[in-house]
């Protein structure tokens, strides 16, 4: 009855580890709005997300000319400055704001007033950046002065699952859980370790479950990190290139990459000194039990 009991444990302390890593890790870099844009700030100097930046701010900037009188100048004409402007050291500081207006997007419930005004889905600014084009006499086409408004948003929802993706406030109460769950995990694992090693006859031999769970709930997560991107292109789309998405999803799953390698060595240093206290504590039963013969 003992040993059933420890074998319990163990998968609970397994599963609470499970969710305690990925869960810490989601509430210091993802609920977090500045590590969350300071993690995914490296993609504005990534050459992908500045070329699909380039084509969408430049089809922006073509509406916006032909909306103020110009004749639809053509993207060639425009796609060569906004291009020289992604790639320059501008960029990259802007493209960092507007992740984190994502961030707030996602992670804060829409106001009454954008309800009524039908903004219920994360939308980007892109005025901040087309005005640094603009101040910088990149986008001189047939002689337009343009004149940018206040915001330039585009949606980064679709339609039907997609719009839930990037629904605004989607993961505000995901993120609450998150909070609950870093903290309550690791008391629960804790507890469930200490209790397991208590149940169990021969410890050394629990500890080494302990650690191998650990290690086993290392690697699910890994390969869940792994599946991600692939996740995301069957959901993502719409308004979101999925150059951006499946850069955003590698570089957040990449993040996680230092705190997964850490709970594997760690299940494993567990596993080896438990295999190890377990055959010499059963050796040394063996050896009691002949001696009192």
């Given at each position: 009855?003992?040993?059933?009991?420890?074998?319990?444990?163990?998968?609970?302390?397994?599963?609470?580890?499970?969710?305690?890593?990925?869960?810490?890790?989601?509430?210091?870099?993802?609920?977090?709005?500045?590590?969350?844009?300071?993690?995914?700030?490296?993609?504005?100097?990534?050459?992908?997300?500045?070329?699909?930046?380039?084509?969408?701010?430049?089809?922006?900037?073509?509406?916006?000319?032909?909306?103020?009188?110009?004749?639809?100048?053509?993207?060639?004409?425009?796609?060569?400055?906004?291009?020289?402007?992604?790639?320059?050291?501008?960029?990259?500081?802007?493209?960092?704001?507007?992740?984190?207006?994502?961030?707030?997007?996602?992670?804060?419930?829409?106001?009454?007033?954008?309800?009524?005004?039908?903004?219920?889905?994360?939308?980007?600014?892109?005025?901040?950046?087309?005005?640094?084009?603009?101040?910088?006499?990149?986008?001189?086409?047939?002689?337009?002065?343009?004149?940018?408004?206040?915001?330039?948003?585009?949606?980064?929802?679709?339609?039907?699952?997609?719009?839930?993706?990037?629904?605004?406030?989607?993961?505000?109460?995901?993120?609450?859980?998150?909070?609950?769950?870093?903290?309550?995990?690791?008391?629960?694992?804790?507890?469930?370790?200490?209790?397991?090693?208590?149940?169990?006859?021969?410890?050394?031999?629990?500890?080494?479950?302990?650690?191998?769970?650990?290690?086993?709930?290392?690697?699910?997560?890994?390969?869940?990190?792994?599946?991600?991107?692939?996740?995301?292109?069957?959901?993502?789309?719409?308004?979101?290139?999925?150059?951006?998405?499946?850069?955003?999803?590698?570089?957040?799953?990449?993040?996680?990459?230092?705190?997964?390698?850490?709970?594997?060595?760690?299940?494993?240093?567990?596993?080896?000194?438990?295999?190890?206290f377990g055959v010499l504590g059963m050796?040394?039963?063996?050896?009691?039990?002949?001696?009192?013969?």
């Amino acid at each position: 009855m003992r040993g059933f009991t420890a074998f319990l444990l163990v998968i609970v302390a397994a599963v609470a580890v499970f969710v305690a890593v990925p869960a810490n890790w989601a509430n210091r870099y993802v609920v977090d709005q500045g590590r969350f844009t300071t993690l995914l700030a490296p993609l504005g100097s990534d050459p992908a997300v500045q070329q699909v930046m380039a084509t969408e701010i430049a089809g922006q900037v073509q509406r916006l000319l032909t909306e103020q009188g110009d004749s639809r100048p053509p993207l060639e004409t425009i796609t060569p400055y906004v291009t020289a402007y992604t790639r320059s050291a501008q960029f990259p500081p802007v493209f960092a704001a507007a992740v984190g207006q994502v961030h707030t997007w996602l992670f804060t419930q829409p106001t009454l007033e954008q309800r009524l005004g039908g903004a219920t889905t994360t939308q980007v600014d892109l005025a901040p950046m087309i005005r640094q084009i603009v101040s910088a006499d990149h986008v001189q086409v047939k002689g337009a002065d343009l004149a940018v408004p206040a915001q330039v948003t585009i949606d980064l929802s679709g339609t039907g699952a997609n719009q839930d993706l990037f629904r605004a406030g989607r993961l505000q109460p995901v993120a609450e859980d998150v909070g609950a769950a870093s903290w309550l995990a690791i008391l629960v694992g804790a507890v469930a370790a200490v209790l397991a090693l208590i149940a169990g006859r021969r410890r050394g031999f629990v500890l080494m479950f302990l650690g191998l769970g650990a290690a086993l709930a290392a690697g699910v997560t890994w390969v869940l990190c792994v599946a991600a991107p692939s996740y995301a292109a069957h959901r993502g789309g719409g308004g979101l290139n999925m150059t951006v998405l499946k850069a955003a999803i590698d570089q957040v799953t990449h993040s996680i990459g230092p705190w997964v390698g850490t709970e594997a060595a760690i299940g494993g240093a567990a596993a080896l000194l438990g295999l190890m206290f377990g055959v010499l504590g059963m050796l040394a039963g063996r050896r009691r039990r002949r001696e009192g013969w």
